[in-house]
């Protein structure tokens, strides 16, 4: 399976940016796409998830109420919506994807970077 990322780039704080990323190959046998971000020296951390059959999205404090994940099961893409941007959301932003019964991300993006500036 690999994914890549796009959208990310360089905006205001306060813009918006919006993600995306398109899998391909393998089963597609996915239980959970998910979004993934590390800041300089820190480490990395999740930012928002969904479930690939329902539909159902889930998220991290940081992002709830600015951030929207969606997903197109046709296109096998998840998208991550990045309203009223601060500076603390600069970092790279890595989509994941985790199959059926693992309990965990298996495959990974090479991720975007996001940088919000002042």
């Known amino acids: 399976v690999q994914l890549v990322e796009s959208g990310g780039g360089l905006v205001q704080a306060g813009g918006s940016l919006r993600l995306s990323c398109a899998a391909s190959?393998?089963?597609?046998?996915?239980?959970?796409m998910g979004w993934f971000r590390q800041a300089p020296g820190k480490a990395r951390e999740f930012v928002a998830g969904?479930?690939?059959?329902?539909?159902?999205?889930y998220y991290f404090d940081l992002a709830r109420g600015r951030f929207t994940i969606s997903r197109d099961t046709a296109k096998k893409t998840v998208d991550l919506e990045m309203n009223r941007l601060i500076l603390e959301d600069t970092a790279v932003y890595y989509c994941a994807a985790a199959l059926q019964g693992s309990g965990s991300f298996d495959y990974w993006g090479q991720g975007t970077q996001v940088t919000v500036s002042s």
């Open positions: 190959g393998g089963s597609f046998d996915f239980s959970d």
């Open positions: 969904i479930r690939w059959s329902s539909g159902i999205p």
